[in-house]
T-cell receptor
């Protein structure tokens, strides 16, 4: 089975532009997580979904960030407008909830640079 | 609340030497504990996990970790370092009862000297 697939792998944009990051979780996984990784703050959980429903978005930095999961095989993280401090690597991860032991399966990440 | 502290943001060892990466946790409930590894330009992948069974857990690539409740520790070890072990390692804590958001430590970058 393919792993978690993220796109784009790299994105360079200018301040003020809209950025959309995409994620396809592993088939059959019912939990999806968005993380952000920076040198200063490490790995931060932004939001997670269960069965396509957002469960906890307390980590979303501000209203400029939004995430959706329209179906079980697709999620987006949108930043509008983007700012230089949003530069980071954004990871999507998924897992199967039933009898779950907490293991997350990560994608390779989307490296965002906002100029 | 749960938290993880990784002692040492950078660890450097010689090839063939013992690897020891330290992790201490805080949890109000019996924890699940994890070590993840991140190679350059890749996502995190699971090395090993403790889920309340045996306290000594063996993982991939010759790594193991021991859960010590009295010390609230879950240190990662490998008897003999290999150049391919150079990576960033993350300790994480979770809780039983289904998929929960994991709390990650800040990471430890392991460098292997030839």
């Amino acid at each position: 089975d393919a792993g978690v697939i993220q796109s784009p792998r790299h994105e360079v944009t200018e301040m003020g532009q809209e950025v959309t990051l995409r994620c396809k979780p592993i088939s059959g996984h019912d939990y999806l997580f968005w993380y952000r990784q920076t040198m200063m703050r490490g790995l931060e959980l932004l939001i997670y979904f269960n069965n396509n429903v957002p469960i906890d978005d307390s980590g979303m930095p501000e209203d400029r960030f939004s995430a959706k999961m329209p179906n079980a095989s697709f999620s987006t993280l949108k930043i509008q407008p983007s700012e230089p401090r949003d530069s980071a690597v954004y990871f999507c991860a998924s897992t199967q909830g039933v009898a779950n032991t907490g293991e997350l399966f990560f994608g390779e990440g989307s490296r965002l640079t906002v100029l | 609340a749960q938290s993880v502290t990784q002692l040492g943001s950078h660890v450097s060892v010689s090839e063939g030497a013992l690897v020891l990466l330290r992790c201490n946790y805080s949890s109000s409930v019996p924890p699940y504990l994890f070590w993840y590894v991140q190679y350059p330009n890749q996502g995190l992948q699971l090395l090993l996990k403790y889920t309340s069974a045996a306290t000594l857990v063996k993982g991939i690539n010759g790594f193991e970790a021991e859960f010590k409740k009295s010390e609230t520790s879950f240190h990662l070890t490998k008897p003999s370092a290999h150049m391919s072990d150079a990576a960033e390692y993350f300790c994480a804590v979770g809780r039983p009862g289904g998929a929960q958001k994991l709390v990650f430590g800040q990471g430890t970058r392991l460098t292997i000297n030839p």
